[in-house]
């Protein structure tokens, strides 16, 4: 039997995330996931990548907005409502898509945690931005996201990773929404279909990964590994692979504990970059 055993969220992309027992699933994904992003000077996306400390940056939910903190900055709210209503283009990879400022004082606390001038924006709902056409049907619609509204892991997969490296790393470095026990390691590359509570998912294309997942989520100091041991075994046309993107069909709730029904399976092993 596979079974939901984590759940996340980041409703700020690059920055901490959230573990929850239970999930919403909206049309872009779960409710508040990657709904907010920092940009730079030209509205293009900040992450880890080349901010590895914003992972020390802890982002909470509350019953009127966000709360971010900081060890040596504090903490600052992020009102759900009262945004700049003035829409303006923002770039995260090749896509370009509409959001909204959320405020001056937002913008001045990030620009110092962070030692560079930067903005908060938020994606509206009457935002669409559409994942990868290559992979998915037309009108599948993600928020901030790197590319689709899910990703899966098994916890299989982690421990055999972690059976290769000399010290043991966090599923926290992968960034997933789903993680889930049983099965044999790597067995979410070969998904199709499934359906969990009564949703409909399709496993579209295996994640290629990047310097995110050698960074500490705890301290923000990067290292070599886990991708220095995935290349000698999850290589493909130079991408390291590690986990599946899903897109979905209709709404509801995710919950610990829920059971994955696996529909369909790809004829095979799918290393698709």
Known sequence: ??????????????????????????????????????????????????????????????????QVSHPLHGSLNIPFHNLDQNKLPVVI?????DAEFVGDQQDAWFSTVLNTKCRLVYMPDDSKREVDQRYAKSGIITSFSDGYPFLLIGQASLDDLNSHLQQPLPIDRFRPNIVFQGGQPYEEDRMNAITIAGIQFYGVKLCARCTITTIDQQT?????????????YRLKNN??????????????????????????????DRFIV
């Open 93 to 97: 990879w090749d896509d370009t898509c």
């Open 1 to 66: 039997m596979l079974q939901i055993t984590e759940l996340f969220i980041y409703p700020i992309k690059s920055l901490s995330g959230i573990s929850v027992n239970q999930a919403e699933v909206t049309s872009r994904g779960f409710k508040y996931d990657r709904r907010w992003m920092l940009v730079d000077e030209h509205n293009r996306f900040l992450t880890q990548r080349e901010h590895p400390q914003m992972a020390l940056i802890q982002v909470h939910i509350t019953n009127t907005g966000l």
């Open 220 to 232: 923000g100091i990067k290292d070599k590994e886990p991708l220095k041991t995935l290349a000698t």
């Open 239 to 268: 991408k390291v692979l590690f986990g599946q993107n899903l897109t979905h069909e209709g709404s509801g709730h995710l919950t610990i504990g829920d059971q994955i029904k696996v529909l369909s399976i790809h004829d095979e």
